[in-house]
């Protein structure tokens, strides 16, 4: 048998450490383990009935067909209007694409825009698929680090310090996974003039957005003159519940979103026609959209203030979350002989006390564990209480 060797171009690639987990937490679940898994970087809520019933609607018309690899039009229209008015200004329908998931989206912009020599700065912790979509654009992704003071955000300065010669663009997340800090209006601006005064690219993953505790997080879209050089990405696995209708966009200028509608007519073509006109009933409902949202985001924050008390009380090092669904706990000091403190309690955790978190060092954080509260309440403080006990054994 011929031995396997896989291409240069995936050779360094490494498996999502989030899925891994996830995937581990089934397995054991299947096994007969009772496993709490607050790994999971998903909505344990239903996809709202209004959703579902729009699909059965579209099945039923026949929404089986190809369509236009960046969209139906009247979805990017729906989209475009979203963005304008979060804007201020026009956003056009040629200015979405319409991809399967965010995922997709942010490989389609790294893809398009950064190449062998580039460096793309990255504020880290960060999701770990940011620093595997750049290299697989042959580029370096480049960790830049945050004070805890600030929750571990990074500031303009910290990103001109880390930037060289060869810096061509900075990925942007907030409400940010897996921290939940939410970068202000005023530390957007300071990002976007810096990268406007270096021409560089700002890509700004938003799926969180919605997920915000002190009214809804600012968009780039708010704080941005124009869409010169930047792209943000949005879709409705979180907001929405639905991360297995595979529904995400980016909006950037018109010559940018053409190019990545043709690469992503090589690759995927269109998103599930299905998922999209299902996207397009949800959307259009602005105001069962906005009841489905803040019905989960009033839970989640129920579950965050509940599981925060319990580690504030156990004296362990969190992070205050103002968004998303997650906690970052720190674990310990980084040693010779135990590198990766995060990672090592993470799998005695998982072995011991059947509770599945994700170790700090799938986002270059190799301290920390993050604790996804995307789960029943009751499952969440029992998985919080196994992870304090644990902590103190």
Known sequence: ????????????????????????????????????????????????????????????????????????AALREVIAARASAVHGRTVGAEQVVVSSGTKQALFNACFALFSTGDEVLVPTPAWTSYYEMIALARATPVVVRGARERQLKVTADDLRRAATARTRGVMLNSPCNPTGAVYSAGELEAIVALAAERDWWVVSDEIYRAISYDGEAPSLLSVAPDLERLVVVDGVAKSLAMPGWRIGWSVATPALSRTMTALQSHTTSNSATLSQHAV????????????????????????????????????????????????????????????????????????????????????????WIRIAYANRMEQVLEGVRRIIAARIS
């Open 1 to 72: 048998m011929t031995r396997f060797a896989p291409s240069p171009n995936v050779a360094e690639l490494r498996e999502s450490a989030t899925i891994a987990v996830s995937t581990r937490a089934r397995q054991l679940r299947a096994a007969g383990h009772a496993v709490i898994d607050l790994g999971a970087g998903e909505p344990d809520f239903p996809t709202p009935a209004f959703v579902i019933d729009a699909a059965h609607r579209a099945l039923d018309a026949g929404a089986t067909r190809y369509t236009e690899v960046a969209g139906i």
């Open 280 to 367: 397009l009933a949800a959307l259009s409902d602005t105001g069962a959209v906005e009841a489905a949202t803040r019905a989960m985001v009033n839970e989640y924050r129920c579950r965050r203030d509940a599981a925060l008390a319990l580690l504030r009380d156990a004296r362990m090092d969190v992070l205050d979350p103002h968004g998303a669904f997650y906690l970052f706990v720190r674990i310990g000091e980084s040693t010779r002989d135990d590198p990766e403190p995060g990672t090592t309690f993470a799998r005695r955790l998982l072995d011991d006390a059947s509770v599945a978190v994700v170790p700090g060092a799938a986002f270059h954080a190799p301290e």
